[in-house]
């Protein structure tokens, strides 16, 4: 019978401040101690339950708290493995016949826009159904390719160097791996940023960083992922308002390998990031996997060519994520003043000033990018003015009309109420 967990597994409510506190304590060590499957990083925002990333069965393994769950991700130190990704997103974008895929690659477009740019081509992730094959032999070497119909797109990590090839046009990317980066990854190691992660376990790392009193952590018993025995370790928001339902983890009960990830919206429905391994090994991947060699007549294009100091593009220190962690009071990225957050655990908002005059409606901004924004705004008015909230089934922006954007994974309504707030 699959472990249940009881109510001491939750952080806050019963349980004594010990208790929580060894909680809070477990989930900084996992969000610190993991290493991600492919350091090369890919990024999305997902969906679909796909039935092929769990097989059927209810394991009978050991009972396990969520405490310890959370103790054996930490611990977790897989350094070699190979397999098979599957990853599926719904945002609940408007269907604009592609447009809406067409519209992230270009505003993550680098340089001179070359095809085989991971800043670039990683955000097709962002939408439908992809697969992925990876491979990774300790923190100098991994491999990840997107399989697509009748081409490969590939990233590959491998020592100081690394290489994005799009065989669709034959265009190589050049990059350097920054030697310091890469938490926990040892001296020499290297790891590149891009936009999106994409594995299961860069998933839960990026979730664990949000558990802390506001958040109920528990174990929801067993399953079978890829033909491993694993247990669902289940992150939910005890706070209304938030957009996110739950976040589904299968562990890998031998390794401590995050095998699947599932996050499901508050309002229902099919989820919106769903990523799990089809298949698994943790044998050695051959090192001729990690060997690449720009193809006769290929362009190649290096990145100090490409622009290196773009947002989001591979090799730059301070991406997005790193300018908002922190920033409160201070100058938000790309020159945006002012950046706050309000509130606390999952509702709290992100807000600043762009210094203009709020969002421009679809017939003032013209052509594909004013369809886009037409689409799925939503005006609204309260005590801090008016104001056009754009939404997705995870994450809400509202921008008022005298410039202020006011962002998080919450609902509208709480965002209107934040806005309120701060007025």
Known sequence: MAPKASDDTTTGGESTGAEADDLRLGRRKAARYIVPVTVIGVAAATIGL?????????????????????????????????????????????????????????????????????????????????????????????????????????VIHNGKDVWGYDSASNEVYHSTADEN????????????????????????????????????????????????????????????????????????????????????????GAA?????????????????????TAPKGAKVTEGDEAGESAPGHPGRSDDLAKDLEGAEGAEGPDGLDGLNVLGEGWTSVAVFDTGGEGMPSGAEAGGDLGGFLGSFGDKVTGKFGSGTVFSTRLINALMTDDGKVYVGAVTKDALVKAANAAK
Request: net charge negative.
């Open 272 to 292: 919106v990031v769903d990523a799990g391994f089809t298949q698994v090994s943790f044998a050695k991947p051959a090192a001729s996997t990690f060997d690449f």
């Open 50 to 154: 796909v039935p092929a990333l769990a097989d059927s069965g209810d394991p009978d393994l050991p009972k396990i708290t969520a405490q310890q769950l959370l103790d054996k991700i930490a611990a977790s130190d897989v350094q070699q493995l190979s397999g098979t990704v599957k990853i599926s997103t719904d945002l609940g974008l408007p269907d604009l016949g592609g447009l809406e895929s067409g519209l992230l690659s270009g505003a993550t477009q680098g340089g001179d826009g070359s095809s085989a740019d991971p800043s670039t081509k990683l955000t097709e992730l962002a939408s439908g159904t992809h697969t992925l094959r990876v491979a990774a032999d300790g923190p100098d070497r991994q491999k990840l390719s997107l399989l697509e119909d009748a081409a490969e797109y590939s």
């Open 181 to 268: 980066s890469g938490e926990g990854a040892g001296k020499g190691s290297g790891k590149a940023e891009t936009p999106v992660p994409a594995t299961p376990k860069e998933l839960t790392e990026d979730a664990l960083k949000a558990v802390d009193d506001t958040t109920s952590v528990t174990v929801d018993g067993t399953v079978q992922v890829a033909g491993r025995d694993a247990y669902k370790l289940l992150v939910k928001p005890k706070q209304s308002g938030s957009t996110v339902g739950a976040i589904s983890v299968a562990v890998d009960a031998k390794t401590g390998l995050p095998l699947k990830f599932t996050l499901t919206p508050a309002s229902g």
